[in-house]
DNA sequence: TGCACACATGAACAACTGTTCATATGTTAG
DNA sequence: CTAACATATGAACAGTTGTTCATGTGTGCA
């Protein structure tokens, strides 16, 4: 029997299984940049300092100090962790003398986590 | 003058600057284990490879090797991270002669990354 | 103008993560 | 039973990430 696979074999290290299976999924598939960027998006999400911060900020609009001290976390950790979440368009902030108040970008921010809320409590 | 600092800090490096409002917020934090469970969710969703694995199986049934095939990947990686998307209950599989075939674990998964794509799609 | 506070940031370091490689397990056909 | 395929898994390795530490920037007050 000659080595069939030698012939299929492209990027996988198998058989292609289902011919139409593949090719039907690959139609419906987002394009890959798409996929990326919301990887991005839940990386950011799958931190318990940043999801601790976003669930504060749910609440009330805070600054820098307040959410350390709730969080018993240093000033520098959350700074690092705020940035992050600036530059990801999840917070934004203003400045009122030395404080520095931050809030959430937008309320959609809070569907996307009370979403995954509503998973976790369904599960367990 | 005296380090007043030195009286009321405690985990955090500054001052205490809005008593009430830190209160108010702690009273409506969900507890710490729940927002830990929260970020390991999304950690999971915060991969391309695992993101597109789910995208994947939203529209279809799939076996490992019509993935692999699929996303241009090793069948070891997919099954790597089909692995670690099983432990998460996010998707269950059976098998079918030499075939593992994975479908998403419930229809739920489906609409965490969806709120996602919203979001991405409004914000460009 | 100088000091103290609030916050930001860069470097460094340990811990974690995702892929690859090699190999093991499970299944079917002959 | 054996060979070949489909999948699973452990070790290793590079790349990434989150915190700490030290220090810099911005603001208000005396």
Redesign the interface.
């Known amino acids: 029997m000659p080595r069939f696979k030698d012939d299929f074999l492209?990027?996988?290290?198998?058989?292609?299984?289902?011919e139409d299976?593949?090719e039907?999924?690959?139609k419906?598939?987002?394009d890959?940049e798409?996929?990326?960027?919301?990887?991005?998006?839940?990386?950011?999400?799958?931190?318990?300092t940043?999801?601790?911060i976003l669930?504060?900020l749910s609440?009330?609009e805070?600054?820098v100090?307040?959410i350390?001290?709730?969080l018993?976390?240093?000033?520098s950790a959350i700074s690092h962790q705020l940035r992050v979440l600036k530059q990801a368009?999840l917070v934004k902030n203003r400045r009122q003398g030395k404080?520095v108040f931050y809030c959430l970008a937008d309320e959609?921010?809070k569907?996307?986590?009370e979403?995954?809320?509503?998973?976790?409590k369904?599960?367990y």
């Open positions: 492209e990027k996988c290290d198998c058989y292609l299984l289902h299976t593949v039907q999924v690959r419906q598939m987002p890959q798409l996929l990326i960027r919301l990887a991005e998006l839940y990386k950011i999400f799958g931190d318990a940043r999801i601790s669930m504060c609440t009330a805070m600054c100090c307040d350390s001290t709730l018993k976390m240093t000033q368009n404080a959609h921010v569907q996307i986590f979403q995954g809320l509503v998973h976790i369904e599960e």
